[in-house]
């Protein structure tokens, strides 16, 4: 008998079972223009909507806010009202000439309407119905008369200030939020912070659709500004603390820009301008866009290989721009001079640049801010940072870690090829560096200054070099008057290495190290 075959239904697609999913559709944004902060946004603040910039005193929420109405006039021709509850349009107009800011311009050319109202905490009383119906009105009519797309009421906290009744606030505060939104603006509102809440109130937060916190911290006797997006209605955004600088151009949040390391690689070759230190990276030297590490103790000629490999970038016609933390530009020169490298004819040609500062100058954000505009403006093709490990006078190692992070991302965008050199301290472990930053380079050579027989003798070895050929030997180095130069390798009769005074010896010919017999001539064998 047949066994019968039971047939299995054809299962459902998963479109089938779940439905058509609509199409999605991103959530339409304004770009600020600050530099850093459309990339964690993930393209700016949300369209026609009310965003929350909250933090402590000082912490910059006014000049970002500012910044904003700034470069929506200037770049994307977007005209702003700024309504101020606490200084004046004089004060402001002063204030936004400390960052390059020409207010009374963009007044003048009806880019930005500057407003005040003047709330005084002390004579404010809480009688009767409270409504916004007043500012409603005076708003209205300064986005009408210059056609605004942008809005920014700095700080909320005033408006509420007399009044105690948190229901009532909230309620104002919601009301303030949807009017915003019928007049189709993109609005920052600012809020100061308060113990145990993002401001004082503690409902804003909970009516806005975009929250920024920003913070200043001091640490180690270093104040550094950080921040944070708290949340981010109807789209995705980096929620990490960011370090962010207030200078002379404005706000820069400093996020690390390749998050996904999607950026592009290099097949081609530049040379270290060492020669036999090329032939240990099979004759072709470091790729296009690497970052290398140069590590080891003081005295090991960490600076005289990024001196080699600055002359090899200015002989092929490249710019090379020098970050140096320990000495003076003449310095520099001077010291190169004796191993035979020249570098002030290629500083007269404009090929050579040796930016020279003490870390302790300036915080690491402002490091990291200046060397990116000095590289934006430049465009040099080669960077050394020389030493790294300075840095560590103005920052943790963890800050210090991520500050690098952040440069070597910034340099491999651009296909920049970097040189750094890392000191690392006497009786530590050779293959670690101070700061640990190993993993972050694509190659990695340790130099050692060995001590045998009475003599110091220079070594250097690839530990790491991602994607490439290269040799696996210590190779001992040489200073002469023509720079660096590697040894070729000496071998004992029981196959170790001879290194210094040690090679001299072994090198010598049979001829020089006999004995002369007694008795006249050797017999031949």
């Not at 093709?381 to 943790?396: C, E, F, K, L, Q």
Request: with cysteine.
């Amino acid at each position: 008998m047949t066994p019968l075959v039971r047939r299995r239904k054809p299962e459902q697609s998963k479109r089938a079972r779940h439905g058509d999913r609509p199409g999605r559709h991103p959530l339409a944004k304004t770009p600020t223009g600050i530099s850093g902060l459309d990339e964690i946004t993930h393209g700016g603040l949300p369209r026609g909507r009310p965003t929350l910039v909250c933090g402590g005193a000082g912490c910059g929420k006014t000049l970002l806010a500012m910044e904003f109405l700034v470069r929506g006039a200037l770049e994307y021709n977007e005209p702003g009202v700024f309504m101020s509850f606490e200084e004046t349009p004089d004060d402001l107009v002063e204030n936004g000439r400390s960052l390059g800011f020409d207010l009374q311009r963009l007044s003048t050319r009806r880019q930005l309407l500057l407003d005040h109202v003047r709330l005084e905490r002390a004579e404010l009383t809480e009688a009767g119905e409270y409504d916004l119906e007043g500012l409603f009105i005076r708003l209205g009519h300064a986005i009408d008369s210059i056609r605004a797309k942008r809005v920014v009421l700095d700080t909320i906290e005033l408006l509420f200030s007399g009044l105690s009744d948190r229901a009532l606030v909230r309620a104002e505060l919601g009301r303030l939020f949807r009017w915003l939104k019928t007049k189709r603006v993109t609005a920052i509102v600012t809020g100061e912070g308060d113990a145990g809440h993002l401001t004082r109130h503690g409902l804003e937060e909970y009516v806005s659709d975009c929250v920024i916190l920003l913070d200043q911290r001091v640490m180690e006797q270093s104040a550094t500004r950080r921040l944070r997006i708290i949340k981010y209605r109807g789209s995705g955004h980096g929620g990490n603390e960011m370090p962010f600088l207030i200078d002379d151009h404005g706000v820069s949040v400093l996020p690390i820009t390749s998050l996904g390391l999607t950026h592009q690689v290099s097949t081609a070759h530049v040379s270290t301008g060492v020669v036999g230190l090329d032939a240990m990276f099979g004759k072709k030297g470091y790729y296009r866009g690497n970052s290398v590490l140069a590590s080891g103790t003081a005295g090991t000629g960490k600076s005289s290989v990024a001196a080699h490999f600055a002359e090899a970038a200015c002989r092929r016609g490249e710019r090379c721009l020098y970050f140096a933390f320990e000495e003076s530009a003449s310095q520099i020169v001077r010291n190169m001079r004796s191993i035979g490298i020249d570098l002030e004819p290629w500083m007269r040609r404009d090929l050579l640049r040796v930016h020279s500062q003490r870390p302790t100058a300036l915080g690491l954000e402002a490091h990291l801010v200046a060397m990116h505009r000095v590289i934006e403006d430049w465009k040099p093709r080669v960077v050394i940072v020389d030493p790294v490990t300075n840095m560590i006078a103005v920052g943790s190692e963890t800050e210090v870690k991520a500050m690098l992070a952040r440069l070597i991302d910034f340099m491999k965008l651009r296909q920049v090829t970097t040189l750094f050199t890392s000191l690392t301290e006497g009786g530590r472990v050779a293959e670690r560096t101070d700061l640990g930053v190993s993993s972050l380079m694509d190659v990695w050579m340790l130099l050692g200054n060995l001590e045998t027989n009475g003599e110091r003798n220079r070594t250097i070895q690839i530990v790491k070099a991602r994607g490439m050929a290269h040799s696996n030997q210590v190779r001992e180095f040489v200073m002469t008057d023509d720079g660096i130069k590697l040894v070729d390798v000496s071998r004992r009769a029981d196959g170790s290495v001879a290194i210094g005074s040690a090679r001299g010896a072994q090198q010598k010919t049979p001829a020089d190290n006999r004995v002369p017999r007694r008795g006249g001539r050797r017999k031949s064998e």
